[in-house]
């Protein structure tokens, strides 16, 4: 019959074993989307150096298809199809690419609040394992995947912040071709408010790699974690009866 304490390593084991296997998955899969708000900042970064030096074309062209010279950065245009033409609103991928953040920041805030909550219980928890000499050495490494996890928390709810208040600049943005020529004849403000959201997104993106790295720190930890408990299980099993002949 399974003892409180039988159970309470029961338990301890397989959080230790499916939760090491699901950090191995979160440790790998936030790098692709560093790789795309990387993408997504260079592409801005080259449009808004563009416009802080270029003067407005005067061309005139017969179909509203036509590029705008002065506006279009091919930079930008091969990193994320962003083409500004001549008789057009805001180009559709700008309009995707603000839609795409804020499901981005969304899903790290969903992220950041599921983990502050799921570690608080976890850290409680652990308080019970103070009772087992056979874990006494390793209740720091235990405690410090926690604590990485509870740090990743954190930075999903700022990497989501920074997110939705780029996508909050790029709303101050008239991103029409007449109203960016306009920019370009008065103070030239939209590339500066186009540098911001490049440099959040920037920051979101490092923030991502970090929270990839502290949780990637986190496998030694399991792996030596879960080894102890199965060995104390072992230990604890009781010797199988032996047939007769």
């Known amino acids: 019959m399974q003892t409180e ?4 390593l029961l338990t301890v084991r397989n959080l230790a074993r499916f939760h090491r ?5 979160y440790s790998e899969s936030p790098f692709h989307d560093v790789i795309r708000l990387q993408r997504n900042s260079r592409a801005l970064q080259a449009l808004a150096e563009r416009w802080l030096v270029v003067e407005p074309s005067g061309e005139k062209y017969l179909s509203p298809f036509a590029g705008a010279p002065d506006l279009n950065e091919d930079r930008a245009t091969e990193t994320l199809g ?3 033409m001549e008789g057009g609103g805001e180009p559709a991928e700008i309009t995707n690419l603000k839609r795409d953040l804020r499901a981005l920041a969304e899903a790290n805030r969903a992220t950041g609040q599921w983990l502050t909550s799921a570690m608080s219980t976890a850290w409680d928890m652990l308080e019970a394992l103070l009772s087992y000499p056979e874990l006494a050495d390793l209740l720091a490494e235990r405690h410090r ?5 509870w740090q990743c928390a954190s930075m999903a ?3 989501a912040r920074n997110l939705e208040r780029a996508v909050a600049i790029l709303g101050r943005v008239d991103f029409t071709t007449a109203a960016l020529r306009a920019d370009l004849t008065a103070n030239r403000v939209v590339p500066r408010y186009i540098f911001s959201v490049s440099e959040m997104l920037n920051f979101a993106a490092d923030l991502t790699a970090r929270s990839a790295v502290l949780t990637h720190e986190n496998e030694r930890r399991w792996r030596i974690f879960h080894e102890r408990v199965d060995q104390i299980l072992g230990a ?8 007769s002949h």
């Open 145 to 149: 995947i926690v604590s990485n996890d």
């Open 236 to 243: 604890a099993d009781p010797p199988s009866p032996t047939k």
């Open 157 to 159: 709810d700022l990497i």
């Open 5 to 8: 304490r039988d159970q309470l």
């Open 21 to 25: 296997e699901h950090e191995k998955f």
């Open 82 to 84: 962003i083409l500004f």
